[in-house]
Structures are given as structure tokens and as C-alpha cells.
């Protein structure tokens, strides 16, 4: 079974800060996925990230995949109230199962 | 990319009832996906629902309790059969995106609380 841990599961910071959230694992992933989802919807993809040690930048977020293709990491800078939200990465798909990750739960207080 | 909706967005049901879930897509699709998710937790996969052949569950969910439909390549239905509390959840749908990547679009889900 491939897992994908993601750290931390709880973030409570101030509008302004910075913050990296991580997705751990240790299978190889074809591809990997960001979303974000805000309460009463479904989630949003962000970005797909799919060559070891691509970087992706989207505004204030930053996607990067590990060289390895295991892990990513999302960066937010200068966080705002807009960016709370369940995080959640997911790896594989399209020939390969998908997984989700545990899910990091943003909160940026104004 | 998709648009999904999902029919209801709530509701609230008595336990030993059943309540089915309609997700509508705006273009066909080959593959639909149901999940379950419990309030700010990851997704877990139920189902993969395939137009005309029978849906393919993961471990831990049976076609008697989460019987599904797929009659066109628009449309699937999630019925949850039975109800008990623990069945209470958010039920969301997905369709994937072109191959080979594996982005997936999601409806708003539904939030079902059984009493």
C-alpha cells in the first residue's frame, strides 16, 4: 500500500508569514498532485508535478518534486486569509493508483 | 478540466435508510470516481465507476452497501444503503483528466449526517 505522509497536519500562523508544507513517501510516483479545498467544496487541483526535481511556482506557492519522485513540498509566502484550506497532495494516477496524502489544515489568521 | 455537480449537497436520514447521490458531468468521461471523506481528513477511494461494466471497489467497501450506477458517460449514481451514524461523511465524486497526468476534478460532494 503506498502512503503519503504529510507534515505538519495542523498549521495556525499570521497573515504575512511564510510556510512550507511537506508530503512524504517511500514509493515512486509518476506524478504528483496539489489541492487545496475550503469547507463545503470539493477539492481544487493547484498544480501537477511530474520530473524529479521540477520546481513550479503559482503566485505565493511554490510546488517542488523530490529528485526521487517520493516527496514534494508546497512553500507559501507572505500567507493570507485566502490561502486557508485543507492542503492535500496526492501521487499517481492516470496508470498508476491514486493516493492521497494525510492532509495539512491551513489556517492564516488576519 | 470538468464541471461537476453533485445532487444533494446535504442531507440528514435516518438510520436503516438509503440515500442515493447523483454526480452529473459537463463531457463524457471514461472513469468516475467516488470518495469519502470525513470533515478536514483525506479522501478515501469507495469506488471506480467504468461506463457499462460493473464498478470496482476498494478493500473495505462492498457493491451491497455502496451499490453504484453508471449508465452513460456523464452520470453516475452512489447509493448508501443501510445507514447507520458511522456511515455520516462528506461523499464527493471525480472525473480524471487527460491521461498521462493524473489530475483529478472533484464535485462540491455531499455532506450526508445520519441520526
Known amino acids: 500500500t503506498q502512503l503519503l505522509e504529510q507534515s505538519p497536519q495542523f498549521l495556525s500562523i499570521q497573515e504575512g508569514e511564510n510556510l512550507t508544507v511537506y508530503c512524504n513517501s517511500s514509493?515512486?510516483?509518476?506524478?504528483l498532485q496539489w489541492y487545496r479545498q475550503e469547507p463545503g467544496e470539493g477539492p481544487v487541483l493547484l498544480v501537477t508535478v511530474v520530473t524529479g526535481g521540477e520546481v513550479k511556482k503559482l503566485k505565493r506557492l511554490t510546488f517542488q518534486f523530490g529528485d526521487a519522485r517520493k516527496d514534494s513540498s508546497l512553500h507559501i509566502t507572505a500567507a493570507q486569509p485566502g490561502d486557508t484550506g485543507l492542503y492535500l497532495c496526492a501521487g499517481g494516477g492516470g496508470y498508476q493508483k491514486v493516493t492521497f496524502g494525510t492532509g495539512t489544515k491551513l489556517q492564516v489568521i488576519p | 478540466s470538468a464541471v461537476i455537480s453533485q445532487k444533494p449537497s446535504r442531507d440528514i436520514c435516518q438510520r436503516g435508510t438509503s440515500l442515493t447521490i447523483q454526480c452529473q458531468v459537463d463531457s463524457q468521461v471514461t472513469m468516475m470516481f467516488w470518495y469519502r471523506q470525513q470533515p478536514g481528513q483525506s479522501l478515501t477511494l469507495i469506488a471506480t465507476?467504468?461506463?457499462?461494466?460493473?464498478?470496482?471497489?476498494e478493500s473495505g467497501f462492498v457493491i451491497d452497501k455502496f451499490p453504484i450506477s453508471r449508465p452513460n458517460l456523464t452520470f453516475s449514481t452512489l447509493t448508501v444503503s443501510n445507514m447507520s451514524p458511522e456511515d455520516s461523511s462528506i461523499y464527493l465524486c471525480?472525473?480524471?483528466?487527460?491521461?498521462?497526468?493524473?489530475?483529478?476534478?472533484f464535485g462540491p460532494g455531499t455532506r450526508l449526517t445520519v441520526t
Open positions: 514509493s515512486v510516483f509518476s506524478s
Open positions: 471525480s472525473v480524471e483528466g487527460n491521461l498521462p497526468s493524473a489530475e483529478q476534478y
Open positions: 465507476a467504468n461506463q457499462g461494466s460493473e464498478a470496482t471497489y
